[in-house]
């Protein structure tokens, strides 16, 4: 784990219900001035000082500033208008678990993976009685380490890969290989574009994905602008579709 925290990023990671409240003013003010947010910096703190068992202590304690409390709304919107990949999914690092549920249906079984057993606890407490339960799971492992049975026909990474470690990045991409199908997807929300230093959240960059993406052969379809990011995030996060590349002269 690096040492040093971020100092001058506020909001890059927060929480949508407060926008819509009363304190939502405060906090775009406070997000446009810069001004820090201490559960971002609890956050930090709890993953600098413990870093094996952060997350969890994160997870026990409540401080959670990433979590929007809803399902990604590109995501949901890609999933009414027939744009994600049927077959199986995959949310690596998937927290309470709203895009896991957002997305499962009887032609898409979806898995949510979280390191932490609070955060699986949580995500389970809140869907175990939802309609659609029988076409999702969430489970307790390391996504560096777990090695399923079946492959993915779509993986979605929504603030995992800004989550962990930089120097992790390309095990992260050598995971993403290993865990898609020949043909399968993996659909990024690039965020945060941004020039902060230290993190969680790491700032990150389209050229950061190309780095470590591209030696495993896998390529951007597409990286436009995500105009259905909650408003604080919105102007730095980017929707890359990404497939494995196809050797010409294999055509
Ligand atoms: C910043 S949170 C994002 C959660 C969720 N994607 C969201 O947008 O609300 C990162 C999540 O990754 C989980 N995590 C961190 N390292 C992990 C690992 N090696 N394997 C699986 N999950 C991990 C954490 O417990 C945490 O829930």
């Not at 870093?51 to 979590?67: I, L, M, N, R, Y």
């Not at 309609?131 to 026909?153: I, N, R, V």
């Not at 929300?189 to 993406?213: M, N, Q, T």
Request: hydrophobic content about 35%; proline content about 8%.
């Amino acid at each position: 784990m690096r040492t040093h925290l971020c100092t001058c990023y506020s909001l890059l990671f927060n929480s949508l219900p407060l926008l819509t409240s009363p304190l939502s003013r405060i906090t775009m003010a406070r997000s446009n001035n810069n001004t820090s947010n201490p559960k971002v910096h609890k956050m930090q703190h709890l993953l600098h000082s413990d870093p094996s068992g952060g997350w969890e202590k994160c997870w026990e304690k409540g401080v959670t500033p990433w979590d929007i409390g809803q399902p990604t709304p590109i995501l949901v919107h890609l999933n009414q208008t027939g744009g994600l990949p049927k077959g199986r999914a995959l949310v690596p690092g998937c927290g309470s678990g709203h895009d896991v549920v957002a997305i499962a249906c009887p032609e898409r079984f979806v898995v949510g993976l979280d390191i932490s057993e609070n955060a699986i606890k949580q995500a389970t407490k809140l869907f175990s009685s939802s309609k659609s339960a029988e076409y999702f799971a969430f489970l307790e492992a390391d996504f560096f380490a777990w090695c399923p049975t079946q492959l993915f026909d779509l993986i979605f990474d929504y603030t995992f890969f800004c989550a962990i470690e930089p120097e992790m990045r390309p095990q992260w991409a050598s995971r993403i290989q290993d865990l898609l199908k020949p043909d399968g997807e993996l659909i990024t929300l690039i965020f945060p574009i941004s020039d902060h230093e230290g993190g969680p959240p790491y700032k990150v960059s389209v050229s950061d994905y190309e780095e470590v993406l591209h030696p495993v052969g896998i390529r951007a379809e597409s990286i436009v602008e995500n105009h259905l990011a909650i408003p604080p995030r919105r102007g730095r996060e980017k929707l890359g579709r990404w497939k494995r590349s196809i050797c010409k002269s294999l055509l």
